[in-house]
């Protein structure tokens, strides 16, 4: 089993910057990734990252303002966040899934608990 842990949410105004960081345990050599779940609206891929860290993918609406990255030795990966804007907030969601392209469905992912951010104006 794949237990997965968040980290680093919090307040934060527009244009702001916030790092959230997930690490897991119970197995390694996970694709990895974030998703994120506003009020009132369904959950959505943010982006994820391979196994080897050397590919990544993101939403259209993140690309240029946040970045994934993964330290293997840690089994800890992590979303730098820029230029945040209200449309943001939301509860950011780690997952973790065994093959990359399911992990961009989330289908099968693993869950983490999830961590709130919010981006005040």
């Known amino acids: 089993q794949v237990h997965l842990v968040e980290s680093g949410g919090g307040l934060v105004q527009a244009g702001g910057s916030l790092r959230l960081s997930c690490t897991a345990s119970?197995?390694?050599?996970?694709?990895m990734g974030w998703f994120r779940q506003a009020p009132g609206k369904e959950r959505e891929f943010v982006g994820a990252?391979?196994?080897?860290?050397?590919?990544?993918d993101y939403q259209e609406s993140v690309k240029g303002r946040f970045a994934i990255s993964r330290d293997n030795a840690k089994n800890t990966i992590y979303l730098e966040m820029s230029r945040l804007i209200p449309e943001d907030t939301a509860v950011y969601y780690c997952?973790?899934?065994?093959?990359?392209?399911?992990?961009?469905?989330?289908?099968?992912?693993?869950w983490g608990q999830g961590t709130q951010v919010t981006v005040s104006s």
């Open positions: 997952a973790a899934d065994v093959r990359y392209m399911s992990m961009l469905t989330g289908r099968n992912a693993y």
């Open positions: 119970g197995r390694g050599s996970l694709a």
């Open positions: 990252i391979t196994r080897d860290g050397l590919s990544t």
